[in-house]
Nanobody, 117 residues
Framework: QVHVVESGGGLVQAGGSLRLSCAAS????????MGWHRQAPGKQRELVAFITSSGRTNYADSVKGRITISRDVAKNTVYQQMNSLKAEGPAVYYCFAMKTGCGGAYWGQGTQVTVSS
């Protein structure tokens, strides 16, 4: 079992910045990637970004250039730096840790981000 905990959400003005953190603990062997999805009210959950165990990153087109995902291997933690935030209303950001093969994916409880205009 992998325990995933997010932190860093909150209220920020449009154009501002916020950094989310996600720490994985427990059975963290064979974690292939960690990253973030987000879900706004009434909308489907969508992938934002992820980073693999080799350091490869992937971003949704809508956030490229504004979001940077990074990791601290020693702390089993990934960070998502979000800049130039848009006033898109509230969204919950969910961190995930995905294992190799059939190891499954583990999700955090989510952290809310609200960007005000």
């Amino acid at each position: 079992q992998v325990h995933v905990v997010e932190s860093g959400g909150g209220l920020v003005q449009a154009g501002g910045s916020l950094r989310l953190s996600c720490a994985a603990s427990g059975n963290i062997l064979n974690i292939y990637s960690m990253g973030w999805h987000r879900q706004a009210p009434g909308k489907q959950r969508e992938l934002v970004a992820f980073i693999t165990s080799s350091g490869r990153t992937n971003y949704a087109d809508s956030v490229k250039g504004r979001i940077t995902i990074s990791r601290d291997v020693a702390k089993n933690t990934v960070y998502q730096q979000m800049n130039s935030l848009k006033a898109e209303g509230p969204a919950v950001y969910y961190c995930f840790a995905m294992k190799t093969g059939c190891g499954g994916a583990y999700w955090g409880q989510g952290t809310q981000v609200t960007v005000s205009s």
